[in-house]
């Protein structure tokens, strides 16, 4: 009799517990972390993939994931399996059914411990969990990290269940134990709770901490202890739901079940994927998230995440971009002759650009081009982008151009730079006269020749010395025969003698007084000159004419007015200007060696000059010299015997 009482108990046990273990099972998924955006386009993520019994799905390749991005799909570029561990936390809420005692006189609580002492003993040493344990009594024992303490601390923990009361307090510790930062990223978050039956007042509290375990992604595994009576109370269903929606198990044991193994609950969560992807988004605002797994019959995709990216484009700006460009012909006189097309310098100028993201995610550009004047002048579609050659040999006169340049990075967004001036000036070379004099020699003599017969013959026309003869006439006197023969018998046309007076001596100068013959421009003098400090004399071929409301001197032709060949003359090297008074003062240009007037600093602002200063240039030492008599000072005569 009392073996049917055993056989009917146990096939009750059997038909109790098999809807909660069909409960424990969950269907395959996936989960992704919040996206890490900081290098953006490349966005890393973490993905965790399981299986219909719950097992995580392993050895998982590039080509088995595609992520979802705006529902887009994108291929990854990076797949790690990482194993950072679980944080594992052991709730007890004990009360007097713990105390049971088998035939053996072995309580269910020691059955208990005895299951957690063979399960720490077998943890590697390699093991990289962090474990902690809870009471509902108060006692606690926080992140340990390694099996051996977390053991001692469950053998120090001294309490007899019998006098023990249970407390959901202990789950609620435990949340949030494991809610706590963990010591590796990517660790998975598990509770093991293990209660009595309690009255169904507990049921809300439940639902609070089924939110609070979902939001902290905290699996909780439940170990129901007490009679199988108790198995389908309200409060069981409960827990039977909180492990289900938290992803966890849900076991009973009435004293003769086997335990389930705890590794099974924490092997899963102790994997995770570290996956990246190069990112497509192209604008601001809100996006979704989500990875797709295929591996053999396996078909999963995760829910998707949301997450804010704000994405602009490269914004290119200009460095130091020249305000003008002066262009010069460099050849000597001989070679101006024998070419046709003057070679001016510069050929080409290199212009900088620097590349800047608003957003704040530097990446790669494809293109930057720039453009004169609406014009593709250069482009760059490899590195370096930040420097174009500016191409001028079309501009063979001054002029104005605009210039921007466009920026296009990998995402295919652009952005181009204001309009910025930059002045083209062509100096035309001082001997063009002359070379155009050379090149056209023939031409130019005969167009004289000609011009100066056509003067001399209207001279000699208008003076009478050459008298020119009416067309149509046939004899030298202009008359014909007939008109002289009847002219003789006609009285009235007979000629009259005339004694002509005697021409004037100055007939041919009066009327060449007539014309209004150009005079010789005369140049005006300059109103102050710079003459050599080792060649102070008289010879007026060594003074160097100021002429001018502001002139430079320098060794750079093309930026000085007046250039110095000497080493220690910079390129643009002082600047003299003259007031409206006629007096000129001097400044320094920035020049390494600088200027010195009567041997002193040239004032920034710049340094009155009077008739007689000595003005030193670099190494190069001048004297000016003023044109106007009033500017030169007149001798003073003091007696100093008096």
């Not at 120090?156 to 019998?162: K, L």
């Not at 979704?288 to 484009?313: H, R």
């Not at 000159?529 to 007026?540: F, I, K, V």
Request: net charge negative.
């Amino acid at each position: 009799m009392l073996s049917r009482v055993r056989i009917i108990t146990l096939l009750l046990l059997c038909f109790l517990i098999l809807p909660f273990s069909a409960r424990a099972q969950i269907a395959s998924s996936a989960t992704l972390t919040s996206p890490f955006t900081e290098n953006f386009p490349e966005i890393t993520t973490s993905l965790k993939a399981f299986n219909g019994q719950g097992q995580f799905v392993h050895n998982l390749g590039l080509g088995d994931i595609t992520i979802l991005e705006n529902n887009r799909s994108i291929g990854i570029t990076l797949l790690d399996e990482q194993h950072p561990g679980t944080q594992f936390v052991v709730a007890l809420s004990l009360e007097r059914s713990f105390g049971i005692r088998d035939s053996g006189g072995i309580s269910r609580y020691d059955l208990i411990t005895q299951t957690f002492t063979e399960w720490a003993t077998t943890q590697p040493e390699s093991a990289s969990d962090d474990l902690s344990l809870v009471s509902a009594d108060g006692y606690e024992a926080a992140h340990l990290d390694n099996a051996d303490a977390w053991l001692n601390s469950l053998e120090a923990y001294q309490v007899d269940p019998r006098t023990a009361e249970p407390s959901l307090d202990a789950l609620a510790r435990a949340i949030d134990i494991a809610a706590d930062p963990t010591p590796r990223a990517g660790m998975g978050r598990s509770v093991l709770f293990l209660t009595p039956p309690m009255s169904r007042s507990n049921v809300g509290t439940l639902n609070s901490l089924i939110s609070r375990a979902q939001q902290e992604e905290i699996a909780i595994n439940i170990w129901l202890v007490g009679s199988p009576a108790y198995f389908t109370t309200e409060f069981a269903e409960k827990l039977a739901e909180t492990a289900a929606k938290t992803g966890g198990q849900f076991f009973t044991y009435s004293g003769v079940e086997n335990f389930p193994e705890i590794d099974a609950y924490l092997e899963p969560l102790r994997h995770i994927y570290n996956l990246a992807y190069q990112s497509k988004i192209a604008e601001s605002g809100g996006h979704q998230l989500a990875a797709k797994i295929e591996k053999g019959n396996l078909q999963i995709t995760s829910e998707p995440q949301n997450f804010d990216l704000e994405v602009l484009p490269p914004n290119p700006i200009f460095i130091s971009p020249p305000q003008q460009i002066v262009r010069a012909d460099r050849r000597e006189f001989s070679e101006t002759v024998s070419e046709a097309e003057p070679d001016y310098t510069p050929k080409n100028q290199e212009i900088e650009i620097l590349i800047e993201f608003p957003d704040g995610f530097p990446r790669p550009l494809v293109r930057t081009s720039l453009y004169v004047d609406g014009q593709l002048a250069a482009e760059n579609s490899a590195a370096p982008f930040e420097r174009f050659t500016w191409d001028l040999d079309t501009y063979l006169t001054s002029s104005e151009h605009l210039l921007q340049v466009e920026a296009v990075d990998a995402l295919g967004l652009s952005n181009v730079t204001i309009e910025t001036p930059v002045q083209v000036t062509v100096q035309q070379t001082p001997q063009n006269i002359v070379v155009s004099l050379a090149r056209n020699g023939p031409l130019i003599a005969g167009v004289i020749a000609v011009l100066a017969g056509s003067i001399l013959l209207l001279v000699l026309i208008i003076g009478g010395r050459i008298r020119p003869r009416a067309f149509g006439k046939h004899n030298g006197n202009g008359t014909t025969r007939k008109a002289r023969k009847e002219a003789a018998s006609d009285p009235v046309t007979q000629p009259v003698q005339v004694h002509p007076s005697e021409p004037s001596k100055n007939r041919f100068s009066n009327w060449v007084n007539r014309f209004s013959w150009p005079q010789r421009r005369e140049t005006p003098e300059a109103p102050a000159y710079l003459e050599p400090l080792n060649g102070h004399t008289d010879d007026p071929s060594n003074r160097i004419p100021l002429i001018g409301n502001e002139i430079t001197i320098g060794c750079d032709p093309t930026k000085a007015t007046i250039a110095m060949d000497d080493n220690s003359i910079a390129a643009l090297h002082a600047r003299l200007r003259c007031s409206e008074s006629g007096s000129f003062s001097i400044q320094d240009e920035g020049s390494l060696a600088g200027t010195w007037v009567n041997y002193e600093p040239a004032a920034p602002e710049g340094t009155k000059l009077r008739h007689g200063d000595i003005i030193h240039v670099g190494r190069v030492g001048l004297y000016i010299l003023y044109s106007d008599a009033h500017r030169i000072p007149k001798l003073k005569i003091i007696n100093l015997e008096t």
